[in-house]
C-alpha cells in the first residue's frame, strides 16, 4: 500500500518560521490534518485559509495528535513551549537545530515523560521544502520504531536519512556536512577576494571556481578510504611534503594581492605542524588526527 491508499496521518506542527511554513505547506497539499501554533499567532493566519487547524496553546496542539513536530528556534525553546504540555504517549520529532549532545538530552527527557523521540536534522532551506528535485532531505536519529512508523509522513516535506538510533547522530550529521559547507564558502571568499581589485569579471570566474570544486570533491571519498584503513598514504596523489611547500606561494599571492590569508593561514598551519610529525609521504588525512588531539589536550579534566 502506498501513502495515497491509506488514511493520511494527521500531526501537529509546534513553530511556523520560514521552515515550518513550508513544512506545514506540503503536508498540507498532500492532505495530511494538520494543526499547527506558533508563539505569533498571525503567522497562523494564511496557513487556517490553507487547511490548517491553529491551536490556541502548545499544550493544545500537543493533545490534538499523537504525532508533533518540532521546529522552534534554538533548544531552550522546546522548553520553554511544551512547559505546560502533556507528552505520555505522544511521538516527538524534533527538527530544531541543536548540538549531538542536547539531542541525547532532549531525547532522555521525552522519555522521561512517557514519549518516544526521534532528532532530526535539516539538509535544506525552507524553498527546497516539497521539492523533491531539489535534493533536501531530512537526518533523522533515535527510535528506529518510531522512524519506521512515520517515515512516509516525515518524508513528504523533504527526503528522509536515518542515521542511527543514537539521538544525538542526526544533529552531528547536521553539522559535519554544514561545517564542510562553510570551509567550502571560506576557500570560495578568498579566491574571490583575490581578484577583487583585478580587471577580471567575478561571473567569469564562477563558472571555473564551480567546475574545479566539483572535480576535488572525489577527495572525499579517499579520505574515508585512508580514515578506515589508517593508511594515510593510500593513494596519495599530492603528498602533504609537496602541499606544505606550496603553500608560501598562497600566502605571499595573498599579501601581493592586499588580501588578509585568515581564512587560509590557520589549515595551512596545521599541515605544516603535521608534517613536522615526520609524515611527509601522507595525504593530508593526518590534519583530521591533529584536530582531534588538540580538542583533547585543550580539555585535560574530560571525563573525570
Known amino acids: 500500500m502506498t501513502q495515497n491508499t491509506v488514511e493520511k496521518t494527521s500531526l501537529t506542527l509546534l513553530g511556523l518560521g520560514a521552515m ?19 508563539r505569533t499567532p498571525a503567522r497562523a493566519s494564511a496557513l487556517a485559509a490553507e487547511g490548517a487547524r491553529v491551536a490556541e496553546s502548545a499544550a493544545e496542539a500537543v493533545a490534538a495528535n499523537s504525532l508533533i513536530v518540532i521546529c522552534l528556534l534554538d533548544d531552550a525553546s522546546v522548553d520553554e513551549v511544551l512547559v505546560g504540555a502533556d507528552l505520555t504517549g505522544r ?3 524534533n527538527l530544531t537545530t541543536s548540538t549531538p549532545a ?5 531525547a532522555e527527557w521525552a522519555r522521561e515523560r512517557g514519549a518516544r523521540y526521534l532528532d532530526g536534522g535539516i539538509m535544506a532551506v525552507p524553498p527546497m521544502i516539497g521539492v523533491p528535485e531539489a ?16 517515515h512516509r509522513t516525515l518524508g513528504i516535506p523533504a527526503g528522509t536519512t536515518y542515521v542511527g538510533e543514537d539521538a544525538g547522530f542526526a544533529a552531528l550529521h547536521d553539522v559535519a556536512l554544514l561545517s564542510a559547507m562553510y570551509g567550502m564558502f571560506a576557500g570560495v571568499a578568498h579566491a574571490f577576494a583575490l581578484i577583487r581589485k583585478e ?3 567575478p561571473a567569469a570566474l564562477a563558472p571555473l571556481l564551480a567546475d574545479w570544486l566539483v ?4 577527495a572525499v571519498h579517499r579520505t574515508a578510504d585512508q580514515l578506515r584503513s589508517g593508511d594515510y598514504t593510500k593513494g596519495v596523489v599530492s603528498n602533504l611534503a609537496m602541499q606544505v611547500a606550496g603553500t608560501p606561494t598562497f600566502l605571499s599571492t595573498a599579501e601581493q594581492q ?13 599541515m605544516s605542524r603535521r608534517l613536522a610529525e615526520g609524515s611527509g609521504e601522507e595525504d593530508l588525512t593526518g590534519v583530521i588526527d591533529l584536530l582531534v588531539r588538540r580538542r583533547a589536550v585543550s580539555c585535560p579534566d574530560q571525563g573525570r
Open 199 to 201: 580587471d577580471i569579471d
Open 215 to 218: 572535480a576535488m570533491t572525489p
Open 91 to 93: 511521538d516527538l520529532v
Open 258 to 270: 592586499g588580501v588578509s590569508p585568515e581564512l587560509l593561514k590557520p589549515y595551512f598551519e596545521l
Open 135 to 150: 535534493g533536501g532531505y531530512v537526518f533523522y536519529s533515535g527510535s528506529r520504531e518510531l522512524f519506521e512508523l512515520h
Open 102 to 106: 542536547q539531542a541525547r538530552a532532549r
Open 20 to 38: 515550518g511554513t513550508a513544512l506545514a505547506r506540503t503536508w498540507l497539499s498532500a492532505d495530511h490534518p494538520l494543526t499547527v501554533w506558533n
